[in-house]
């Protein structure tokens, strides 16, 4: 049963940063591609980051700059560095794996991903 579960979430102000983490179970971790969304409150699910299993990413241009994903394959576990948080970030926060392929091609959509987190929240208030 593949399974993930972030971790990380909170109430920060303005210029902060947090760090999210997700653990996948139930599945090899080091061969699929995973991603991070964000959903805030009467939006769409937008697309954050990405990273394939040979560490390439991408980055939404809102985020640019300010946030980093990166992976650890021994521990399973993908992580989302958040910095010079501002209000516009808050939102739920979910990550997502693609088991279907193990391409290394950066999926941006979240139709391509196969399964999500629960999610976790980040408000960015003062």
């Known amino acids: 049963q593949v399974q993930l579960v972030e971790s990380g979430g909170g109430l920060v102000q303005p210029g902060d940063s947090l760090r999210l983490s997700c653990a996948l179970s139930?599945?090899?971790?080091?061969?699929?591609?995973m991603g991070w969304f964000r959903q805030a409150p009467g939006k769409e699910r937008e697309f954050i980051a990405t990273?394939?299993?040979?560490?390439?990413?991408r980055y939404a241009d809102s985020v640019k700059g300010r946030f980093t994903i990166s992976r650890d394959n021994a521990k399973s576990t993908v992580y989302l560095q958040m910095n010079s948080l501002k209000p516009e970030d808050t939102a739920v926060y979910y990550c997502?794996?693609?088991?279907?392929?193990?391409?290394?091609?950066?999926?941006?959509?979240?139709?391509?991903?196969?399964?999500w987190g629960q999610g976790t929240q980040v408000t960015v208030s003062s």
């Open positions: 139930g599945r090899p971790f080091s061969l699929y591609p």
């Open positions: 990273i394939t299993w040979s560490d390439s990413s």
């Open positions: 997502a794996v693609r088991t279907t392929s193990s391409s290394s091609r950066l999926y941006l959509n979240a139709t391509e991903y196969d399964y």
